[in-house]
């Protein structure tokens, strides 16, 4: 079973909305952490944010935030306000306590931004 | 220079031949992973490392070996390489700092293409 679904495929957007990718996890274990990452077209990953399970308080980074919701396993990236810049492939993961050799990549939301 | 450094950036093969992935880190982490990229796949972990002497099959490392040369130093190599193991190849880092907390550092990837 897949550890974390990243439902949207792709999603294009015109430039000055707002998107939000989706990201489900599913864990047993009470410690967890939830990672987001950005692939932009060139190609290399970035690390976005990282959250552990005991702390459900949203976070906003500039026009970035995360809305982590345990009761839905859910822990979803909306960007507001969207530039050309934005355009990449996002992957979330999960890294378990138990098992903390081993991150869970979704297989990823490609988002468009159209001038 | 960057943090992981991963050579080839690109090669292209035949079947059947012995290709090594090279990966070197200047971080100081303990900790390194190989992993294959696939369209609609997301990331999938080959085989990692939590230290010189300790060696991880991942989720998917048959037709795989890896070394672990030094602290520094891991690298991927296919035996015999075949046309379904055309990818984008990435290493990676992380600290051993907390139970599956660890943030991922990326190389730039390594794209392989067998013929």
């Known amino acids: 079973a897949q550890k974390v679904t990243q439902a949207q495929t792709e999603i294009s957007v015109v430039e000055k909305e707002d998107v939000t990718l989706d990201c489900v996890y599913e864990?047993?274990?009470?410690?967890?952490?939830l990672f987001w990452y950005k692939q932009p077209p060139s190609g290399e990953l970035v690390f976005l944010i990282r959250?552990?399970?005991?702390?459900?308080q949203n976070e906003i980074s500039g026009r970035y935030s995360w809305n982590f919701q345990k009761s839905t396993s859910s822990f979803n990236f909306t960007i507001t306000a969207s530039q050309v810049v934005d355009s990449a492939v996002y992957f979330c993961?999960?890294?378990?306590?138990?098992?903390?050799?081993?991150?869970?990549f979704g297989t990823g939301t490609s988002l468009t931004v159209i001038p | 220079d960057a943090d992981v450094t991963q050579t080839p950036r690109n090669r292209i093969t035949k079947t059947g031949k012995r290709i090594m992935l090279e990966c070197s880190q200047t971080?100081?982490?303990?900790?390194m992973y190989w992993y294959r990229q696939d369209p609609g796949l997301g990331l999938r972990l080959i085989y990692y490392?939590?230290?010189?002497?300790?060696?991880n099959k991942g989720e998917i490392s048959d037709g795989y070996s890896v070394s672990r040369q030094a602290q520094a130093k891991f690298s991927l190599s296919l035996e015999s390489a075949i046309p379904n193991q055309t990818a984008l190849y990435f290493c990676?880092?992380?600290?051993?700092?907390?139970?599956?907390?660890?943030?991922?550092?990326f190389g730039a990837g390594s794209r392989l293409t067998v013929l």
């Open positions: 990676a880092t992380s600290d051993q700092t907390g139970y599956g907390a660890n943030v991922l550092t």
């Open positions: 864990t047993r274990d009470t410690t967890y952490y």
């Open positions: 959250r552990n399970s005991f702390d459900e």
């Open positions: 993961a999960l890294s378990e306590a138990n098992t903390g050799n081993q991150f869970y």
């Open positions: 971080k100081g982490h303990d900790r």
């Open positions: 490392s939590f230290d010189v002497k300790d060696i």
